[in-house]
């Protein structure tokens, strides 16, 4: 499909999902995940007060969707791949009763230290939770990290109530932006991004583990697109009254080129990114 950094992304004729091939080894992915530069970036990016600042109105958007769904008081989440904690925090405060895991010691450290959450640093296939332990399990960006999405899904079915609620985020290789970009679309990831999906992909997958998708939400990334094709509306890093007025006019038009493809764009269901919500059946 495109090569990158040296890895080549192929499609399977099958079912059009998308992984790294040859498949990195389970050492390699390991080597990767405790690269030490590497996990210090990413902790350094997430805790930009931009970034929180960003998250957190999506992170309460999904809570709601959750509690509506669930119906139960304080019902029990699990977060896997949780990061810094920031959706562990706003789930407590809403009467979650949950806990994450996560790989990146740096996060696990930096949560224990600043929020009130509880988070291990293990896979979920090895904490070994009872069958029904949970309400709701959230994998926010974590399937396209996985060498075996499948498997993941499958622990997760199990550790789930019946009727619980499954709730991700994860890429869609079937959308404009990677049609327009090919080997440029941002979420094209070596290593780190070892596979992406298609919605009728994700809809068969979560049905062969035992989950019947409620909805799914398509969100379309115009920045995405404005790296390539939009610079000009980059902000000048002059000053004086035209420079400005010439600014902000950028910062308008940006917005509403932001906007009014993010609708066109969700109505297609073309969406760089995918939320699917899906209850155990």
Avoid at 213 to 230: P, T
Wanted: proline share 5%; net charge positive.
């Amino acid at each position: 499909r495109v090569t990158k950094h040296g890895f080549t992304y192929v499609t399977c004729n099958g079912c059009r999902f998308v992984y790294i091939n040859p498949q990195l080894t389970q050492e390699a992915i390991r080597n990767v995940y405790n690269d030490e530069d590497l996990r210090e970036f990413f902790f350094k990016e997430l805790l930009l007060p931009h970034v929180e600042r960003d998250q957190k109105p999506e992170f309460e958007a999904r809570l709601h969707e959750l509690q509506k769904l669930t119906q139960k008081p304080n019902p029990r989440l699990l977060d896997i791949g949780c990061a810094a904690g920031l959706f562990l925090s706003l789930a407590g405060q809403r009467g979650f009763d949950a806990e994450g895991l996560e790989l990146n010691q740096h996060y696990v450290d930096y949560a224990k230290a600043h929020r009130p959450v509880k988070v291990y640093p293990k896979l979920l296939e090895k904490m070994q939770y009872h069958g029904g332990s949970f309400d709701v399990v959230t994998l926010w960006d974590v399937l396209e990290h996985l060498p075996k999405p499948v498997d993941t899904l499958t622990e997760a079915a199990r550790v789930l109530r019946q009727g619980g609620i499954l709730a991700l985020t994860t890429i869609n290789h079937s959308c404009i932006n990677e049609k327009i970009l090919k080997d440029r679309w941002r979420y094209y990831m070596p290593p780190d991004h070892l596979c992406s999906f298609t919605p009728a992909l994700l809809e068969s997958l979560l049905k062969r583990c035992g989950f019947r998708i409620v909805r799914i939400e398509h969100q379309y990334m115009f920045e995405v697109l404005a790296d390539h094709y939009f610079r000009f509306l980059t902000p000048s890093q002059a000053s004086g009254f035209i420079s400005d007025s010439l600014n902000k006019f950028k910062k308008l038009l940006y917005f509403v080129l932001a906007v009014s493809t993010q609708a066109v764009f969700r109505s297609f269901r073309s969406g760089d990114l995918l939320t699917v919500y899906a209850r155990k059946s």
